[in-house]
């Protein structure tokens, strides 16, 4: 498998997404990738699924079939815990959960906050605008978790140019990912650009278009992948799926992919995408797809009253 040096280690170019894995299926689901070939799992305390995820850990790692060395494990700071007092007893709290002693990378979940006492807000007047908590003092309270050893690289999801740009103007430890919804109706070029500039790995999350996503990301003008007549041709030409497809032209544009099943034939053919290799042909016609579709579109934090939106959210990119 493919991997990308960071500034502390090697990651997998194709990881297992934990994001849905409800009602007890993550620790199975983690046991079987690990299984199957799996060593990149990504993780956040949103999904709520943290400790059956540290279930499958202590499984496969008290049962030596592979070591915590061997894995990579990601994962994110929720937008309840960004005041800077918050964040280290959040992490370990993770750790807890995933019964590990560190974490390969944890990440700033959304550029957003609100008050520490909801999982999510409720109202317009649950937000804390960035004015008040801003993105660099939790960063500088993440890097303090590097310094004490509970984390080796740093990074965030959803993060535009402009809030990128403020990380990197006042970081000790220099974020090594941005995590961001990507596919071929979603290229993000601009983002990308920036991120190859400053040396920044992009993690493409939703790569297969999140059919499973909740209903508040939903509407019933979206696009479907599967659907899309090029993918279709490039796959029957290269003998492949659409998936595999998919996978392999974000893995040749230089990025991640973390694919999410609970279906371990499913899970075996993402991880198979990784010897896919498509023609520079076969590339161009799948960039060609772009519509600036996205999935999860980041509306629903645009609750009357709030400082944030979709539109300040994503920015130009």
């Known amino acids: 498998m493919k991997t990308y040096k960071l ?10 997404g934990t994001w849905k894995m409800d009602d007890g299926v993550a620790t199975q689901a983690v ?34 079939s592979v070591s915590r060395e061997s894995l990579w494990v990601t994962s994110k700071l929720w937008c309840n815990r960004h005041q800077p007092e918050m964040v280290m007893p959040a992490l370990k709290k993770t750790l807890v959960d995933l019964k590990l002693d560190y974490l390969d990378l944890y990440m700033i979940h959304w550029p957003i906050v609100f008050r520490h006492d909801l999982e999510r807000p409720e109202s317009g007047s649950d937000f804390v605008p ?4 801003p993105l660099e003092s939790t960063w500088q309270a993440l890097e303090a978790c590097v310094d004490a050893g509970l984390c080796r690289n ?19 430890h220099a974020p090594s990912v941005n995590q961001v919804e990507c596919h ?11 991120c190859d500039d400053h040396n920044i790995l992009i993690v493409a999350y939703s790569p297969l278009g999140s059919g499973d996503r909740p ?16 993918l279709q041709e490039v796959a029957t030409e290269q003998g492949c799926t659409i998936g595999q ?30 010897t896919v290799e498509l023609t520079a042909d076969q590339v161009q016609r799948i960039n060609g797809i772009e519509r600036q579709h996205r999935y999860v579109h980041g509306k629903f934090w645009e609750q009357p009253g709030s400082p944030y939106t979709a539109a300040g959210i994503w920015g130009d990119d």
């Open 7 to 16: 500034n502390d280690g090697a990651m997998p170019a194709i990881g297992l």
């Open 245 to 274: 497809a998919v996978l392999s032209w974000l893995l040749q544009r230089g990025m991640v992919a973390i694919p999410k099943s609970s279906n371990p034939g499913r899970m075996k053919e993402n991880l198979d995408a990784a």
């Open 31 to 64: 046991q079987q990738a690990i299984e199957v070939g799996y060593r990149h799992i990504d993780c956040a305390a949103i999904y709520n699924n943290e400790a059956d995820v540290g279930a499958a850990f202590s499984s496969v790692i008290s049962g030596s």
């Open 154 to 172: 740093l990074g965030v999801c959803n993060f535009n140019t402009d809030n990128l740009a403020k990380i990197v103007s006042v970081a000790k």
């Open 130 to 133: 960035l004015s008040k908590v």
């Open 184 to 194: 071929p109706f979603l290229k993000q070029e601009r983002l990308k650009s920036y």
């Open 215 to 230: 209903e508040r990301m939903r509407a019933d003008s979206d696009p479907n992948l599967f659907d899309e007549p090029v």
